[in-house]
């Protein structure tokens, strides 16, 4: 301002005076001067000696003085020249302020003689002050809804200056929204006003900034301005709005409560509390959904609550609030659409559409068992089943349609074998990893009647002692029947045949249950020596099926029989008479005792031997063959009439003995009856030569045999290139039966041939023994068991002979290879 002022001094380098026209009176007269405000020290106001007409000269003389007045500091008089001058530069707003005159008293004093004046200083404005604002920034706040021409007033600003160079209009920057209006008021100051034009829009510009410029109207003008800051205050306008429309999700079926799955995020363009966003379920959300999700209102995370399951929910849709907190409130909606894909979290099922049915063992191959269904609840490939089933049993799965499946027997069924599989199912769906089920389905096999009843044996030999009661348990005989029920139910029976004319069934009964058979009659040894009986065992089943077995039935000698004397005979009474010379030397045949019993082996080994004698030590008795003879030389002393008592006992146990008394007549010319002995000795030799051969023809032929066999074994054994000394082979000869014993022949039956043995092995290569206990009365039936065999054929024999034996086997065994 200052140095304005000096500007401005300049712009008047000549004091001006404004002159009125001057009232003088030496009491009362007053002087008018004018001058700008800031003008320099030592400007001239006026020249008070001339304006008041006092001489120069004068003036020093009567001593002109400004009186103390108001003015006084600001001018001075310059006492020679009487001029007035601007002692302090003036500012006439801080000496005035905003009235409109400003003028400055001085009163002068001028003494002898005292006289008054008055001057008055007249401080002009010039426009030194620029318009100015109180506060150079000036905030506004403007709700955001505020409607046009809504007015906002602005602080004026303030111009100290006056008239001209006072505030006189004011300019607003260039803007979209606003007007200027300046209102008048009453005392003529203009008050700037801001016209709301155009709305707001705070999202798009929350704070305008202007300037406000006032303008005086000195000249040139001066100019102040302010900064307006128009913040717009929020409105809830904006809706939230979601960053999407539609968010899709896919979430697995299997995540846990609690996942975390989306977040949805909605933005509201509004500030504050207009913005602040709360999330909800849309209005019409299903109670289910929200129950399965669970929203964060604050994040916006949507939440799985609830275990999900593909199979019951495949998607959900709904809707997502976001309200914010204005007034009104405002809310934006979005969709969800959640997928859930299946998890391969369901095992196939297998289901068993009609149970197994029993299947008959004889069934063909095809035959429908039963039927299975699978599913999997699973989709895709997760639920894609597969059914398999082992291949160790005679089953396969054959598909019918989708899913579905028919087991059919694939081989072969044998109910003896497998009564009943335990087929194992496999189901595999085709996920990954694959989820499998297993079961296991019973069938259970039919039986049919397709195995006869097999007896234990199929001969049975047994033994029965003559004259055992009838109603004895003979043998028992069992089959059995792989089958079941009364395809295994037996049912013995005898088949009828004859035995010398008498039906089989009259001698024996069989228990048609257990197979036991009885004897229904005695048996007599000496009459019947065998039977054979054929039995059967049927089953209950349909058709039923049988078989055969045979029984022979032996019957065992009994010591029954007492020997029976043939000679002597007692046919006249019981004493046999016997004559022999006195001249007999030691040794003389007597006489020979035979008898007969009807019994066999043992039971029919007869010895004999001397009880009692007159003379004992004149006889004796041979102990095998019966024979009397003369110990020793009879002499003139001997009686001539000897009693000989002869006992005969079998060998059976117990023994049964018979006796025979012999009357021997010692007479002195009596001679031999030689001729007699002599003509049977020839044919007695002729018969036992034949015996004899008949007997080398059997040896000769065993031993053919057992070399025969040999070469064929030695054969065998050769090929088997098997070294070693020992060689033991079992004869295959299918002429014979099972083998196993060393070649023995033993004869050891009834009649005539009391013993024969033909032992093979090492016993055979030193001895061939056999033995004969003949009778002489009775060696034309020599081979009476051979003979009703009616075959010559060697083999046959055998087999008769092995029949007839206890132990019905035949062995033929070698054990040295040299000793055939
Ligand atoms: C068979 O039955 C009969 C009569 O019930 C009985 O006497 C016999 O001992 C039985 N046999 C067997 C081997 O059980
Ligand atoms: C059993 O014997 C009977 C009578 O001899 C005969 O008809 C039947 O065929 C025989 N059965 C078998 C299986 O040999």
Redesign the pocket.
Known sequence: MRTARRRRAGLWPALRLVCFAALWSPTGAQLRYSIPEESKEGSVVGNLAKDLSVGAAELAERRLRIATESGEQFFGLDSRSGELTVREVIDRESLCEQSASCVLPLQLIIEDPLQFYRVEVDIQDINDNSPRFLSSSHVLEVAESTLTGARFRLEPALDPDVGSNALRTYSLSKNEHFALNLKNNKDGTKVPELVLERAFDREKQPVHRLVLTAIDGGNPPRSGSAEITVRILDANDNAPVFEKDLYEVKVMENCAPGTLILTVQAKDLDEGVNSQIEYSFGAHTSEAIQNFFAINSETGELLVSKDLDYESGKSFEFDIRAKDKGTPVMEGHCRVQVAVVDVNDNAPEISIASSPKPVREDATAGTMVALINVKDLDSGLNGNVTLTTSSNHPFKLKPTFSNHYALVTDGRLDREQFPEYNIELKASDSGSPPLFTSTIVKVNILDVNDNPPVFSKPEYSVYVKENCAPGT?VS?VSASDLDTGDNAKIVYSIIESKKQDVPVSSYFYI?S????IFSMSSFDYEKMKVLKVQVQARDQGSPSLSSNATVHVFIVDQNDNAPAVIYPSAALGSVSHQRMPRSAKAGHLVTKVTAVDADSGHNAWISYRLAEATDASLFGVSFHTGEVRTKRSVSEQDDSSQRLLIEIRDNGEPAQSSTVTVEVLIEDGFHEPVSESRQKSPELNKRSGRITLYLIVALASVSSLCLMTFFILLVKCARGSRGGSSCCIRRSDSGYKTPNRNLQIQLNTDGPIKYVEVLGGDVMSQSQSFGSYLSPMSEFSDFTLVKPSSTTDFTDTLNVLDASLPDSTWTFECQQVSVC
Not at 513 to 516: A, D, I, K, V
């Open positions: 348990v028992s228990n249950e257990n197979g036991s």
